[in-house]
């Protein structure tokens, strides 16, 4: 057996989270810089629940309010010299996935000088400290090294994974998530099971993420019927977020695998959200690695209650839809993005070339 741990961020989730964890806000410094998407923040309550904390303990702050779905290289780039100028000195994402991956650049870009697009692969130090409050339930980015990033320069997403950018703090309240639409609850809480399950099967996978990823899919699974009927009570909702936070732990450990490396086509190319991009891929996937993976996917359709990976499949379809037709030059081209993705590649349990993703992609054409 062979495991490591390691979960620097302090992670509470409750009611009233917020309220309760000031000293978050307090040990973190004088001046914050909140980022957060163009509404949600505001809508669902989360903004309104920080700015009282602050005002309540005399620290000063900013907003950039502008991050948008998949942010953008020039975004953080805008952000980052906002708060600069701003000399800030922590930095509180609220959102999704988003805002809190703008967060985490941003938190490294108002200590450091160089250019934006630098920060795939430039070595810093300094980064300011990050508090999470993530407003959806999916990404896990609360408790993750990564943050990913729309690169138009090469048409595809592309992620950073340094420890450095692990918020101090992350503050759960499911609360907030009962703002979301239908559509978005369901595409993020997919994106949390994806996860789970890939962090379950990717080759980087060990003995103790193992026991979060299965817990997190067993959480999943128990809100299946409620997310497709839209019927989410908010104890389903707190199930999700912890399945949320636990997917992100396990991914911090083992990485993603092929499903997020082709999804991101989906995504830049189709408009699909990014949790329902994975989720399509699913039961492909599962069946690729039906071989190298016999036994950790019977367990996995056993906590889900499935007898074979097809009907792994109808939960994806029937939470999701069905997958886009592609035509030839859409397989060719995104085998080609997919290939720019070598870690998720290098990860995944089925030995895979190019050909075998151009294979995948044909059956997903169809
Ligand atoms: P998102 O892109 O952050 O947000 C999607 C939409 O949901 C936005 O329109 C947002 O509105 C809205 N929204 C968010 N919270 C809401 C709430 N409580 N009520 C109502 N609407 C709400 O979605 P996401 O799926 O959470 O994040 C996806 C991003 O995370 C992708 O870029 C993905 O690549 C990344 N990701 C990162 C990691 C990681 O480890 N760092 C892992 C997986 C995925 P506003 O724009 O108004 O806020
Ligand atoms: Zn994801």
Request: charged share 25%; aromatic share 8%.
């Given at each position: 057996m062979k495991y490591a741990l390691s979960l620097?961020?302090?992670?509470?989730?409750?009611?009233?989270?917020?309220k309760?964890?000031?000293?978050?806000?307090?040990?973190?410094?004088?001046?914050?810089?909140?980022?957060?998407?163009?509404?949600?923040?505001?809508?669902?309550?989360?903004?309104?629940?920080?700015?009282?904390?602050?005002?309540?303990?005399?620290?000063?702050?900013?907003?950039?309010?502008?991050?948008?779905?998949?942010?953008s290289?020039?975004?953080?780039?805008?952000?980052g010299k906002i708060g600069k100028k701003e000399n800030v000195d922590f930095v509180v994402g609220i959102g999704g996935g988003s805002p809190l991956d703008a967060a985490k650049a941003i938190a490294v870009l108002c200590s450091n000088d160089f250019p934006a697009i630098d920060i795939f692969k430039a070595s810093y130090d300094k980064v300011l400290p990050v508090i999470a409050v993530p407003t959806t339930s999916g990404t896990g980015s609360e408790v993750t090294p990564y943050a990913v990033f729309l690169r138009k320069d090469i048409e595809t997403k592309m992620g950073i994974a340094n420890?450095?950018?692990?918020?101090?703090?992350?503050?759960?309240?499911?609360?907030?998530?009962?703002?979301?639409?239908?559509?978005?609850?369901?595409?993020?809480?997919?994106?949390?099971?994806?996860?789970?399950?890939?962090?379950?099967?990717?080759?980087?996978?060990?003995?103790?993420?193992d026991v979060l990823a299965l817990e997190g899919i067993r959480l999943f699974s128990e809100c299946i019927d409620a997310l497709a009927e839209n019927t989410m009570t908010m104890e389903e909702r707190e199930k999700l977020m912890f399945a949320s936070m636990l997917g992100g732990a396990v991914i911090t450990h083992t990485g993603v695998t092929l499903p997020h490396g082709m999804g991101y086509c989906y995504t830049y190319y189709k408009d699909i959200p990014h949790g329902k991009a994975n989720g399509l891929?699913?039961?492909?996937?599962?069946?690729?690695?039906?071989?190298?993976?016999?036994?950790?996917?019977?367990?996995?359709?056993?906590?889900?209650?499935?007898?074979?990976?097809?009907?792994?499949?109808?939960?994806?379809?029937?939470?999701l839809g069905t997958a886009p037709k592609l035509t030839q030059e859409e397989v060719l081209l995104y085998t080609e993005q997919t290939m720019r993705q070598a870690k998720s590649i290098e990860n995944t349990a089925h030995k895979t070339t190019k050909e075998d993703i151009y294979h995948f992609w044909t059956r997903m054409a169809e």
């Open positions: 620097s961020t302090k992670v509470y989730q409750e009611p009233e989270c917020i309760n964890h000031p000293e978050a806000f307090v040990l973190s410094g004088k001046k914050a810089f909140i980022i957060t998407g163009r509404h949600s923040a505001k809508a669902c309550g989360a903004l309104e629940d920080v700015l009282d904390v602050l005002k309540e303990n005399k620290i000063e702050y900013c907003i950039f309010d502008e991050v948008e779905n998949n942010p290289v020039e975004t953080i780039e805008a952000a420890p450095k950018v692990l918020p101090s703090y992350a503050l759960l309240d499911a609360k907030y998530t009962a703002f979301m639409s239908h559509a978005s609850t369901v595409s993020t809480a997919v994106d949390a099971f994806t996860h789970n399950l890939e962090g379950y099967l990717a080759n980087r996978s060990q003995a103790l993420s891929l699913i039961e492909e996937y599962l069946k690729y690695n039906a071989a190298e993976r016999r036994d950790k996917i019977n367990h996995v359709l056993e906590i889900m209650h499935c007898t074979d990976i097809e009907a792994v499949g109808s939960v994806m379809t029937r939470l």
